[in-house]
């Protein structure tokens, strides 16, 4: 499995060989330019998914307060 997902400015991947999970994240010009460097990188660990659903949440909460549509 490899799968890219563009996050604002960010390119993740994230893959799974050999029974190990993966990921990393380069700039998003990565897209075209398949030689740009790997800014951070390392293994999927347990709780990740879990860990990454509630950084969504806060970023979610925070794009909600700085359109006023609630209050922090």
Known sequence: ?????????????????DGLATWAVRPSEAVENKHTKVLFSGIVTE???EELLKLSWV???AEDVAKGKIDE
Not at 1 to 17: A, D, I, Y
């Open 1 to 17: 499995m490899n799968r890219q997902l563009k996050v604002g400015h960010m390119l993740f991947t994230v893959s799974v060989k």
């Open 47 to 49: 709780e990740m998914g």
């Open 59 to 61: 970023i979610r909460h």
